[in-house]
């Protein structure tokens, strides 16, 4: 099994950044794609970044220029650095990795991200 955790969430004023971090434990797979998704109160749940093994990145329009994904495979890491943040990116924040060429994914628990002055 691979468990999942996220950290790094918390409360910033609009313009702020903030960096996030989703560690793996367990029987990681050598190759997978990483995501972040989010939800907003009384929204679907949206992709906001995305990262394959080879380190090619997708990003949603609305964090272009703002967040970036990177992972670190040796300390079995993905983070998402949050720049210039606003108050729609008040969500909570979601990773999950699949197994690449295959549907088998794992998801954390997620960690909650609040833009307020």
């Known amino acids: 099994q691979v468990q999942l955790v996220e950290s790094g969430g918390g409360l910033v004023q609009p313009g702020g950044s903030l960096r996030l971090s989703c560690t793996g434990s367990g029987n990681i797979p050598a190759r997978t794609v990483a995501t972040w998704y989010r939800q907003g109160p009384g929204k679907q749940r949206e992709l906001v970044a995305s990262i394959g093994h080879s380190n090619d990145t997708h990003y949603a329009d609305s964090v272009k220029g703002r967040f970036t994904i990177s992972r670190d495979d040796a300390l079995a890491t993905v983070y998402l650095q949050m720049n210039n943040l606003q108050p729609d990116d008040t969500s909570v924040y979601y990773c999950?990795?699949?197994?690449?060429?295959?549907?088998?994914?794992?998801w954390g628990r997620g960690t909650q991200v609040t833009v307020s002055s």
């Open positions: 999950k990795i699949r197994e690449w060429a295959t549907i088998i994914k794992y």
